[in-house]
């Protein structure tokens, strides 16, 4: 028993690393021949797959985004034009609208003073007017005064006609100076 | 030798039983007993003396190669989901696996292939990628605790691989010249030959596949013993050293955490350097002058 088991060890001893025993080199063999085909047939095939498929919808989408881009770009320009238009015609509409109410304003302010002229015209004439109209009716009532006055005197004393012409004379006189300092 | 009496093989079968519980860490005279290459050799469990022979080694490679199928299987349902649907926002899950097919495929393949020949040798390069991050990162996992890629099998069958492409891809683009050029560089006196010949023969046909496969091997094996070391270090001195050594345990076990870490880093390392040089093999194969 006892050399049994030192011959077992002195085989063991023998056991070179580098010489693989002939299961391993089987068995390794086996493991990559398996490995391969599966790597090979099964797992790159389908990883490309979805690789190139994302590729393809990236791609796709970026195109897609390129042209929206451009598209909105577009449009801005499009908008941004038609601002400046809008812009300009607002400026000009303004423009005019300035000088129309400029014009309005001057003509409105000449009717006003045309109108004042008028009423100042209108206002003068009638005052005239009722100015003669009043100068009438002095005049008309001064001269019935007078005929009154000139009826007391006559009829009072028309023995002292000497005196009694002076005093008429005086009283016509004064009543035309008078109506001369009124003037 | 060879005479013992029965009353003897009865003590030595009790003392060879309590030997085995602490054999993981310790010979039969209980001193410490460091990690060995019998290793990457525990026994058969299935199919001894055939050459399909199972191990323990052996399941975790096949338990990897099951984990990946599943794993992808999920991420390709994910991507014919995505390419049926044209949903073109990618899940969080499906983004990973984008992620680390991207990885190949982009920083590797495109990088130095430029975006066909990339794609033509893809299959290649990202089996080589992922099954030999896949084998590596075993090597950290508890209840694996084994990279599968410590038996040479494997990387020699990737190395062999690598070889064949390579040869494939300079013979298919520059015909029998491919020979030729690889061996006789462009540009080196014909005088020079003599020397310039061999060394390029023994450099591109034979130190390349060699190299790929044993870098990948060393390191997994490499790193392996390593953490063996050190935890059995661990659990040799908390259990079974005397008084104040079981401090040396706390030491043992920070190597060996921080070491794990390392290991993570190497998986990653070693699958990424084997599938670059084999990208890089590739495309000096196709390239126009050497």
Redesign the interface.
């Given at each position: 028993m006892i050399s049994r088991i030192i011959v077992l060890a002195a085989e063991e001893e023998t056991k070179n690393p580098l010489l693989p025993a002939d299961y391993d080199i089987l068995w390794s063999s086996v493991v990559f021949a398996i490995m391969l085909t599966f790597f090979w047939l099964r797992v790159l095939p389908s990883f490309k797959k979805v690789l190139n498929e994302r590729t393809e919808a990236i791609e796709g989408r970026l195109a897609a985004a390129e042209k929206a881009q451009s598209e909105a770009a577009a449009k801005t320009d499009e908008l941004s034009k038609a601002q400046e238009n809008t812009r300009a015609e607002a400026s000009a509409i303004r423009e005019e609208a300035r000088a129309e109410g400029a014009a309005i304003l001057a003509e409105l302010k000449e009717q006003a003073q045309a109108e004042a002229a008028r009423i100042t015209q209108t206002a003068k004439a009638q005052i005239e007017a009722e100015r003669q109209a009043a100068l009438i009716s002095l005049r008309s009532e001064v001269g019935s005064m007078a005929i009154d006055l000139a009826s007391k005197v006559v009829s009072q004393s028309l023995k002292d006609s000497a005196t009694a012409s002076k005093v008429v004379d005086d009283f016509l006189k004064d009543l035309e100076n008078s109506e001369k300092a009124g003037k | 030798?060879?005479s013992?009496t029965p009353k003897q093989?009865t003590t030595l079968l009790d003392n060879a039983l309590s030997l085995i519980i602490k054999a993981s860490v310790t010979d039969d005279s209980g001193n410490y007993k460091g990690p060995s290459?019998?290793e990457?050799?525990p026994e058969?469990l299935f199919?001894e003396g055939?050459?399909?022979?199972?191990?323990r080694i052996?399941l975790v490679?096949?338990l990897v190669?099951l984990l990946?199928?599943v794993l992808?299987?999920l991420?390709?349902r994910q991507?014919?989901k995505?390419?049926k649907n044209?949903v073109?926002v990618?899940t969080k899950f499906?983004l990973m696996?984008?992620i680390s097919?991207n990885f190949v495929r982009t920083s590797i393949a495109h990088g130095q292939l430029g975006k066909v020949d990339g794609?033509r040798f893809?299959?290649?390069l990202?089996?080589v990628f992922?099954?030999v991050l896949g084998l590596n990162i075993t090597g950290i996992i508890p209840g694996l605790n084994i990279s599968s890629n410590?038996?040479?099998?494997?990387p020699?069958?990737?190395a062999v691989?690598a070889y064949a492409t390579f040869i494939y891809a300079g013979v298919k683009k520059h015909g029998i010249g491919y020979f030729k050029s690889a061996v006789a560089p462009a540009g080196v006196p014909p005088a020079l030959y003599v020397m310039v010949v061999p060394i390029e023969i023994l450099s591109t046909f034979i130190l390349r596949p060699v190299t790929l496969a044993?870098r990948l091997?060393m390191n997994m094996?490499a790193g392996h013993l390593l953490l063996v070391l050190c935890f059995s270090a661990t659990q040799f001195f908390v259990f079974y050293a005397d008084g104040l050594f079981g401090f040396f345990g706390v030491g043992t076990f920070i190597f060996g955490f921080a070491f794990t870490l390392f290991e993570i880093l190497v998986s990653f390392l070693q699958a990424y350097v084997f599938t670059l040089l084999t990208t890089v093999y590739i495309q000096l194969a196709l390239a126009d002058e050497h």
């Open positions: - | 030798m060879t013992f093989e290459i019998m990457f050799y058969i199919f055939t050459p399909f022979a199972i191990n052996i490679r096949l190669v990946l199928i992808f299987s991420w390709i991507f014919d995505a390419t044209q073109f990618p499906q696996g984008e097919l794609d893809l299959p290649l990202t089996t992922f099954t410590a038996l040479i099998g494997y020699i069958v990737l691989a044993l091997t094996l």
